[in-house]
């Protein structure tokens, strides 16, 4: 019984290390952001401000007219935009902004002899970091939202739970998303322009700005073979029981086939970018 314990313990010794280590990655995560929490205190007052001028432009929208438009009604428009911006408080990262600076000063040389997954280690960073989200942003903005708006409640219990895990995995597609772009920075770079591109084609075919339904046919179509509408517009959808219980689990199912989809490419991608390297700064 004892040597089976003895190997029974031994067998969990490696993943109890590698999950220690990504756990380190992610506090370092946590604890970087702290430098910056001033940026998370006015980022309350920004989203905000974000939601109260979508809430009078959607008051405007509906004034003429108390039906519904696309098949949204007036309380659940406005609850859309304002979940739409707690929601995005949370999944939002900066991973290729991070991999970007590393590049150009050099220290990605360091990230190339460490041995672990360097994918996995810019997600656990972006753990640690929406983790902080979570707390300093997340959660205030919620309060002060749910406080000043009409925000309608989940459409159940069980669409809350399914919302729940459409947020997560809006998190891990943005990360992934994110690590392409950053990987990109390797052959070209300089990747400004590239982030400015994807910040807005992410803002707008998410689905956060304005309901996809709203969109023309073709756009919806052309939105709906792409992955950017299941970071906001699938759990928005879910949350106010727009879907089904059995239809939310789909689109779910999707999400996350996106999510392991782009995950490979994005390794692929790595070890395709650092076949050849030059490295500057030190």
Known sequence: MTTATHLLAAQKTPLRATLATY??????????????????????????????VYYFIWRAVFS????????????????YVSVGWILRSFYWNTIDQEMAHEVIEGKIAMDLIKPVSVQ???????????????ILLTAPVA?????LFPVLAPA????????????????????????????????????LALIRAKFWLIELLSGLLIP?????????????????????YTPLRIYLGLLTPAQSLRVIALQYAWVVALL???HLWWRRATRKITIHGG
């Open 23 to 52: 756990g380190e990655f992610a506090r370092i995560g946590f604890v970087n952001i702290l430098a910056f929490r001033l940026r998370y205190y006015t980022g309350i007052l920004t989203y905000l401000i974000n939601v109260t």
């Open 64 to 79: 003429q007219s108390a039906a519904p438009i696309a098949g949204f009604a007036l309380p659940q428009i406005l609850t």
């Open 120 to 134: 996995a280690m810019w997600l656990s960073r972006a753990m640690g970091e929406s983790a902080f989200r979570l």
């Open 143 to 147: 309060v002060v939202i749910w406080l």
């Open 156 to 191: 159940s219990a069980v669409h809350f739970l399914l919302f729940f895990l459409g947020a997560v995995g809006s998190f891990f597609l943005m990360g992934a998303i994110n690590f392409m772009i950053g990987v990109c920075a390797i052959p070209l770079k300089s990747i």
């Open 212 to 232: 996809l339904q709203f969109f023309p046919r073709p756009l919806q179509l052309l939105s709906s073979a792409l992955p950017f509408e299941h970071i906001a």
């Open 264 to 266: 490979g490419l994005g």
